[in-house]
């Protein structure tokens, strides 16, 4: 796998918009074309990236607005990581996995010329599928215990049967148990 490139398994024509494109029509060119994110071109020069997330937010965050006002490039990240077409696909992984990304833009003499992904890697190497897959449960695991400390934080939980008399009630987490309050004041 060493001696594969990313200029082998890149996907040459990414979608690209221009900097000025609003995010109306970013949202529908996703959609269309069935895509998470595009490129932000200017004469071949990369100068931004936009994704459903970035949308979503400017929804949320800047409602006032209108979507068909805001421009591509207003809303794109300022740093953008890529890769070379020479680099070996287990440098684009490596990249990938450091940086918790699922693609990256291929610039050669500071052009846009391509973009590789996780899936253009699956697709031309499916070994590699388990090496992803560890990536996606350490991710996973990672937000199941965020949620986990967040719950144990959480002094005052749903309504349910306590865990020392057995009584329907609202149940608080006190040493590891979920307890009624009178049960609660009793120790």
Same mark, same amino acid.
Request: aromatic share 4%; proline share 5%.
């Given at each position: 796998m060493k *001696?594969? #490139? #990313?200029?082998d398994v890149m996907? *040459?024509?990414?979608?690209? #918009?221009?900097p000025d494109t609003s995010l109306l029509d !970013?949202?529908?060119?996703?959609v269309r074309k069935r895509v998470g994110s595009l490129l932000i071109v200017n004469k071949k020069k990369l100068i931004g990236f936009i994704s459903e997330k970035d949308i979503l937010w400017a929804l949320i965050k800047k409602s006032k607005?209108?979507?068909?006002?805001?421009?591509? &490039?207003?809303?794109?990240? *300022?740093?953008i990581a890529?890769?070379?077409?020479?680099?070996?696909i287990d440098e684009a992984m490596k990249k990938m996995k450091k940086l918790k990304l699922e693609k990256l833009p291929v610039i050669h003499d500071n052009s846009l010329v391509g973009i590789i992904t996780t899936k253009d890697i699956l697709n031309f190497h499916p070994e590699v599928y388990q090496e992803l897959e560890e990536?996606?449960? &350490? *991710? %996973? %695991?990672t937000e199941k215990l965020k949620r986990v400390k967040k719950a144990r934080d959480k002094k005052l939980s749903q309504? =349910?049967? !306590? %865990?020392e008399c057995g009584n329907q009630n609202i149940l608080y987490r006190s040493e =590891?148990?979920?307890? !009624?309050?009178s049960c609660r004041n009793s120790k």
């Open positions: *001696r594969i #490139v #990313v200029a996907t *040459r024509e990414p979608f690209i #918009v221009k !970013c949202a529908k060119q996703m607005s209108d979507l068909s006002k805001i421009k591509a &490039i207003d809303i794109s990240p *300022r740093k890529t890769i070379k077409p020479l680099n070996t990536f996606t449960q &350490i *991710r %996973e %695991e309504e =349910g049967i !306590c %865990e =590891g148990m979920l307890i !009624c309050d």
